[in-house]
């Protein structure tokens, strides 16, 4: 099985700056993805950046130049999020997402993708 964690949210003012982690547990060796995502009380859940096992990034047009991902670079089964010049509108809950990826048989029987809790992101004016 998969386990998501995420930590690190909390509230702020606008201009300032969190750092979102998540570590993935898991007794499976399976490659996977991770990805962080948003949802604000009343709106859908949003893509906000992803990481392929191949070390690429994905950011949504919002994220772009204030928000960066990144793999620990000593423990592979964790990410950072790091949220820079927050504003008001970014106030939601954040989850980390892992995708399995990987063509293995045995990563077959697994669930395609798991969720954390998520941790809250909170942005006064």
């Known amino acids: 099985q998969v386990q998501v964690l995420e930590s690190g949210g909390g509230s702020v003012q606008a201009g300032g700056s969190l750092t979102l982690s998540c570590a993935v547990s898991?007794?499976?060796?399976?490659?996977?993805?991770m990805s962080w995502y948003r949802q604000a009380p009343g709106k859908e859940r949003e893509f906000i950046s992803s990481?392929?096992?191949?070390?690429?990034?994905?950011y949504a047009d919002f994220a772009k130049g204030r928000f960066t991902i990144s793999r620990d670079s000593r423990d592979s089964t964790k990410n950072t999020l790091q949220l820079n010049s927050l504003q008001p509108e970014d106030t939601a809950m954040y989850y980390c997402?892992?995708?399995?990826?990987?063509?293995?048989?045995?990563?077959?029987?697994?669930?395609?993708?798991?969720w954390g809790q998520g941790t809250q992101v909170t942005v006064s004016s």
């Open positions: 997402k892992v995708d399995i990826d990987d063509p293995r048989l045995m990563c077959s029987s697994l669930p395609p993708n798991y």
């Open positions: 898991t007794d499976s060796s399976c490659n996977y993805d």
């Open positions: 990481l392929d096992t191949d070390g690429t990034k994905h």
